[in-house]
């Protein structure tokens, strides 16, 4: 018997899903992230101050990670850090980070930040979003 195309994809989206980490038995609390643009001159690599919220007790490190939300191509790095008390990220500590450096046009960028304990393991994700705004370039024409 031949399945039509729409149950097919169905059935492997089911499988695949029951079978990814994210499932019941994978699902870790989600952090609150925030961050601004605000003071970040284009193609810094100076990241921002980001500040964390309810991280579970015995998170050790934070690891964060820039992405460009209009390429899937466009990773900026990050790094990762000993998670404070007060959850903030100074700016500057993320070592191997490379920040916006968009041409005329605003790009939406994403923070991901994962909690670890002691062992390196996953305790808990989040992630927060802004626009990033180029300042205008002005050029002198030739007369």
């Avoid at 609150?32 to 970040?40: E, L, P, T, Y």
């Avoid at 992405?67 to 500057?92: C, L, M, N, Q, W």
Wanted: glycine share 12%; charged share 20%; net charge positive.
């Amino acid at each position: 018997m031949r399945w039509p195309a729409t149950a097919s994809a169905f059935i492997v989206l089911a499988t695949v899903a029951g079978c990814a980490p994210g499932g019941p038995e994978g699902r870790v609390p989600e952090l609150a992230v925030d961050f601004s643009w605000k003071g970040v001159p284009p193609c810094s690599n100076v990241s921002p101050r980001i500040v964390v919220h309810n991280a579970p007790p015995g998170t050790a490190r934070f690891r964060v990670e820039l992405v460009d939300k209009s390429t899937a191509f466009a990773r900026h790095g990050g790094g990762e850090v000993a998670a404070a008390r007060d959850g903030v990220i100074p700016p500057g500590a993320l070592t191997a980070y490379r920040g916006p450096c968009p041409s005329q046009a605003a790009i939406v960028y994403e923070f991901r930040v994962a909690a670890l304990d002691g062992t390196g393991k996953v305790v808990a994700r989040g992630a927060a979003e802004e626009t990033y705004t180029p300042i205008s370039i002005t050029r002198t024409g030739r007369r």
